[in-house]
């Protein structure tokens, strides 16, 4: 595989790297029309709504872990887990399975990596140049392709994650990924004591994690400054305990138009495919129109 730097001019000219609150950066995608992280800080998000939010810290106390980072990009998410862990348990080993569609990506994010620890460094520069890493502490790999089969594999495999990072762009954006189907198959990786965590908080993408069976817990914000700021994500699990139920306005959101989840039956179907059918399920469906909840409850 080419070097890194030798990709630099070409990378550049495909995503330019913009800087987040926190300081570090992030790229913007032509293909899906949003950036890969929150303006508000890519890494503060990586651990409050990732390696946080799947409780992380307390697991660290085992000797092994397993992640699953779904839409892996820049590999934050993988390396604010990777820190978190090694800070709590320095001797944890684990095992990190990553899907990314675009192999360019987590190359072009050597070049504009934050200041991760050199042990984490290390490991995202072997997942960007070689797809796998082998350490004492970590077995790493990336798979490169559709997420939508790569997650075939992992199924067939039996692999079990204790934590799940499921981070694609927004479902209106990227509907592929959101669908009961495939996070039916997410589900089914996910460890008996597992979280599953994403920043997305949709009504669409709630039912669709219930439909696969989980328990929804809300991530609320600390101090939301309007009334749409209810929540900055999701957490799953199994089992109900160890969440943080959702409000009764959450809850009514599910009933609600907004509630229908997406479908991708054979799990090959396009965006447009994928919104246009649950358009049209939208419009036949006999519930409450989702601005009449949203008038409800005082929602500007």
């Known amino acids: 595989m080419a070097n890194s730097q030798n990709l630099a001019p070409t990378l550049n000219s495909i995503w330019q790297p ?5 300081g570090s950066f992030t790229f913007f995608s032509p293909e899906f029309g949003e950036t890969f992280h929150s303006l508000g800080g890519a890494r503060q998000e990586a651990f409050e709504k990732f390696a946080i939010a799947t409780d992380l810290p307390r697991k660290a106390q085992a000797s092994h872990l397993r992640l699953l ?11 604010a887990a990777l820190e978190v862990i090694w800070q709590h348990n320095p001797t944890c080993q684990v095992t990190v399975i990553g899907l990314e569609l675009d192999l360019r990506v987590p190359q072009a994010a050597l070049a504009v990596m934050p200041p991760w620890p050199a042990s984490v460094q290390a490991i995202l520069a072997g997942l960007a140049q070689q797809q796998q890493v082998s350490t004492p502490q970590c077995q790493a790999q990336l798979f490169i392709g559709d997420a939508r089969q790569t997650i075939q594999d992992l199924v067939r495999q039996g692999f079990q994650a204790d934590a799940i990072f499921l981070d694609p762009f927004s479902p209106q954006r990227c509907p592929q990924l959101w669908t009961v189907e495939f996070l039916s198959l997410v589900a089914q990786c996910l460890a008996p004591e597992g979280h599953l965590a994403t920043y997305c908080r949709a009504a669409a993408v709630r039912a669709a994690l219930q439909a696969a069976g989980l328990h929804l817990g809300t991530l609320p914000i600390a101090a939301p400054q309007h009334s749409h700021e209810w929540a900055q994500g999701t957490v799953a699990r199994w089992q109900a305990d160890q969440l943080i139920p959702l ?9 609600t138009r907004a509630g229908i989840p997406y479908r991708d039956p054979h799990l090959r179907d396009s965006a447009e495919t994928i919104r246009s059918r649950r358009q049209a399920e939208q419009q036949s ?10 008038h409800r409850w005082g929602i500007t």
């Open 18 to 22: 913009q800087p987040t609150a926190d």
């Open 69 to 79: 980072d779904i839409c892996y990009g820049l590999g934050y998410n993988t390396a």
């Open 247 to 255: 409000s009764l306005m959450e809850q009514e959101h599910l009933q």
């Open 285 to 294: 469906a006999n519930r409450e129109s989702t601005s009449r909840w949203r």
